[in-house]
């Protein structure tokens, strides 16, 4: 059976990223939103700018479809790390399920006053806690995937992990006119880095949506820190001049 999926027009699944990144701040764990939900949060954000439309108005007309630019996914990835809580395993892993549990609300009203959310975790655990959010209409079970350390990061180089954290930015998206959820995440140019560093088709999508919505909002991409991120080498630098070179054509 496979899993339910999720994007960000799921009001729910943003209400639950708005509510990750504060509580998970309270904790001190210095969290970011990474993945596809990272690539969803900035495509939204970008397009949001491009058009100066909430995200709630955006796809209302057929200008533009939604399956052209956010790709479901069916969980939220999240990196945090405390380097003071770290080397004490015990209290580390405690912060983390205590800031899972923190997340559960009961009866609490959308900003935007159309909703009302009660949030419960039916699986704890310190790398894959499961939520079930329940709003007026809708039932959701939301998995979470949790990288609480620099041996998480599978593919780039450990030393990198506390370095993205702590260049994530809070993005305050524009949902609608009651709704402005802050979501901190790996930077554009950073989340670009991550996908630039894997091989497969849908970080290759990812790739060429947040490169097309960069260019059409006139967000800039760093191509250094993206090179100082992957590795400063020839290779890497023609990767990336051949990746910003793709997406140039596509507007």
């Known amino acids: 059976m496979k899993n339910p999926q999720y994007d960000i027009l799921d009001a729910e699944y943003c209400f639950l990223m708005d509510r990750i990144t504060k509580v998970f701040q309270e904790k001190g764990l210095n969290p970011a939103i990474v993945g596809g939900a990272a690539v969803q949060t900035h495509v939204a954000n970008l397009l949001t700018k491009a058009y100066n439309k909430s995200l709630e108005d955006l796809f209302i007309d057929d200008d533009i479809r939604p399956q052209d630019f956010i790709r479901r996914t069916d969980d939220i990835d999240v990196a945090v790390y405390n380097p003071s809580l770290a080397s004490q395993e015990t209290m580390y892993r405690n912060s983390i ?29 310190l790398k894959k806690p499961i939520l079930l959010v329940e709003s007026l209409n809708k039932v959701s079970n ?49 989340v670009i880095a991550t996908k630039l560093s894997h091989k497969r088709a849908k970080d290759q999508f990812d790739l060429m949506v947040l490169g097309k919505c960069a260019l059409m909002s006139k967000e800039p991409i760093d191509k250094q820190r993206i090179l ?18 793709k997406i140039g054509e596509l507007v």
């Open 97 to 125: 399920l205590d800031a899972v549990r923190a997340l559960e609300c009961k009866n609490v009203k959308s900003p935007d006053e159309n909703d009302i959310y009660d949030i419960r975790v039916t699986r704890i655990g």
């Open 142 to 190: 939301i998995k979470m995937n949790i990288a609480n350390c620099p041996s998480d990061l599978y593919i780039l180089s450990n030393d990198k992990y506390l370095d993205m954290l702590e260049n994530s930015k809070i993005i305050e998206l524009n949902y609608n006119a009651g709704f402005k959820p802050r979501i901190r995440l790996y930077s554009l140019s950073d």
């Open 228 to 245: 100082r991120l992957l590795g400063e080498s020839d290779e890497n630098r023609e990767l990336i001049e051949a990746y910003l070179k």
